[in-house]
């Protein structure tokens, strides 16, 4: 049974920061392209920042220079360093896993980040 559970969201004031791990189990970590999606209230869910399995990443530009993501594939976990935390970066944040060649694709629950002004 392939599981993506994530942690590390909460509250913190505009500024801030926090670290975000997604733990993946039931899938060869490594084969696995892992993403970071949010979804703000009332808005689609959109991509923060993803990482292939050869270790080249790319965020969205309303993160860029603040948002680091990063693996540990010996832990199969992901990790998303949010620095400079914005109001707008409140959302649900979302760990995304897919394996392009073989076209499997995963998602958490996603962890609550509430950034206030």
């Known amino acids: 049974q392939v599981q993506l559970v994530e942690s590390g969201g909460g509250l913190v004031q505009a500024g801030g920061s926090l670290r975000l791990s997604c733990a993946a189990s039931g899938i060869i970590f490594s084969r696995y392209r892992m993403g970071w999606y949010r979804q703000a209230p009332g808005k689609q869910r959109d991509v923060v920042a993803g990482m292939s399995n050869y270790g080249s990443t790319d965020y969205a530009d309303s993160v860029k220079g603040r948002f680091t993501i990063s693996r540990d594939n010996a832990k199969n976990t992901v990790y998303l360093q949010m620095n400079s935390l914005k109001p707008e970066d409140t959302a649900v944040y979302y760990c995304?896993?897919?394996?392009?060649?073989?076209?499997?694709?995963?998602w958490g629950k996603g962890t609550l980040v509430t950034v206030s002004s």
């Open positions: 995304n896993a897919v394996d392009v060649l073989r076209g499997t694709d995963y």
